[in-house]
């Protein structure tokens, strides 16, 4: 599955200032698994060390947090769009 | 009851009403709980007593002393419920607020005597929150309620928002609102599935856009100790976020069925509106969702009136959650 990851501006030096990335996998954790070995300086920005989601970073397939649909094993389609953000204190601005 | 000896005695018994001509789905029906009906204009006021009152039982405020400073940051709606509440009873209170606020949050409260400390808008609420931190250690003597910490802010929701909405809704499937320092979601959503188990309960996230940019490391952010506190992650059931643009065309929508509500509540309702759509065909379901305050304090954002795309670009800039 081909996917399009949206990188937030917090992790783009990581990503040579890329703000979105091509990346595949069926699932969440082989997505992401793919965008570290790309680039991977970006691998303790997505993953503790324990191989879990890192705690700051909330992952969005198609504006759904993916923690709440099964977290790394959350499945992805072909051309479903992944997002990157920073978790930040609610009251955020739009 | 419609008679009161304080003002008070009028935070919560909010009414709700029915939505569901605004509902995707013929089989789901939403219904919406009004927290602009309290007097200070928000659900804060829940929260704002309830965090006042455990102090004083704690002895760390007490009513009617001299001299006592509350420190707090908001990005409007507890600061406003603070200052209502502190005003009677005789606190001085410090709001830490995000310079990019509605001018409106601004001005209410200066109406209730607050004092207010500008953060950088830029950092968003986050920023309000370290500031206000700071400013609590330096000033030992100044009370720091902290509600993204309070167990008072979720006890404030667990032991009257959820009682009122199940009363009132007894069919509930989902309840779904927003995510600010989840006191809302975490007191509502443990006694909903506690007293009506397998009430779905669903978050909906603000865009968090340009002050998302602000931050200068992942470790800069922040996920309030109320949500870990009550395992938010295990109690809720769905979190979406929904888009600017999004929040703007239901906030308009709901004035439609004769709702004038802020720009969260539109947010809000759009994530109950994704909630209906997803609900499986021959299935039915009752989803009650939270408009947090009405939308007097918008005004000035043009968010009824102007071209969408101009205020959308507008909300972009502004703290509306």
């Not at chain 2, 808008?121 to 931190?133: F, H, I, L, P, T």
């Amino acid at each position: 599955m081909a996917v399009t990851l949206r990188i937030p501006t917090v992790l783009r030096p990581a990503t040579g200032g890329r703000a979105t990335v091509d990346a595949v996998g069926a699932t969440i954790g082989e997505v992401l698994g793919s965008l570290s070995q790309e680039y991977p300086a970006l691998t303790p920005q997505l993953f503790n060390d324990d191989g879990s989601l890192h705690r700051f970073l909330n992952v969005y397939v198609n504006d759904d947090d993916v923690r709440y649909l099964g977290g790394l094993a959350a499945p992805v389609v072909d051309g479903d769009e992944v997002t990157l953000l920073p978790a930040v204190a609610g009251g955020a601005s739009a | 009851m419609t008679r009161y000896e304080s003002v008070l005695e009028m935070i919560g018994n909010t009414p709700v009403v029915n939505a569901s001509a605004l509902s995707p789905n013929p089989n789901v029906a939403i219904w919406v709980k009004l927290e602009g009906r309290n007097p200070a204009g928000s659900v804060k006021d829940r929260v704002a007593i309830s965090l006042v009152e455990a102090a004083e039982r704690e002895g760390r405020l007490i009513p009617g002393q001299a001299g006592q400073t509350l420190i707090e940051p908001s990005s409007g709606n507890t600061g406003i419920a603070l200052a209502m509440v502190c005003r009677l009873r005789g606190y001085h209170l410090k709001v830490v607020l995000p310079s990019n606020v509605s001018i409106e949050r601004r001005q209410l409260l200066l109406v209730w005597g607050a004092e207010i400390v500008d953060s950088p808008g830029s950092e968003g609420s986050n920023g309000a929150v370290r500031m206000a931190q700071t400013l609590a250690a330096e000033n030992p003597s100044w009370v720091f309620l902290y509600q993204y910490a309070n167990p008072a802010n979720p006890l404030a929701h667990y032991t009257h928002t959820g009682p009122e909405i199940l009363a009132d809704v007894p069919e509930i499937t989902h309840f779904v609102a927003g995510l600010g320092t989840s006191g809302t979601l975490m007191g509502v959503g443990k006694y909903l599935k506690e007293h009506k188990p397998g009430t779905q309960i669903w978050a909906i996230e603000p865009p968090s856009g340009e002050m998302v940019d602000g931050l200068r490391s992942l470790e800069d952010g922040y996920i309030p100790p109320v949500f870990t506190d009550n395992d938010g992650a295990n109690l809720l059931d769905r979190k979406v976020v929904v888009r600017p643009k999004e929040s703007i065309e239901w906030t308009r929508r709901m004035s439609e069925i004769g709702l004038f509500v802020g720009i969260s509540s539109g947010a809000i309702m759009a994530g109950a509106v994704k909630c209906a759509s997803l609900i499986p065909e021959g299935e039915s379901a009752t989803i009650v969702t939270i408009a947090c305050d009405d939308g007097w304090k918008y005004l000035s954002t043009g968010a009824w009136t102007d071209d969408i795309d101009e205020v959308v670009e507008r909300a972009k800039r502004i703290i509306y959650f």
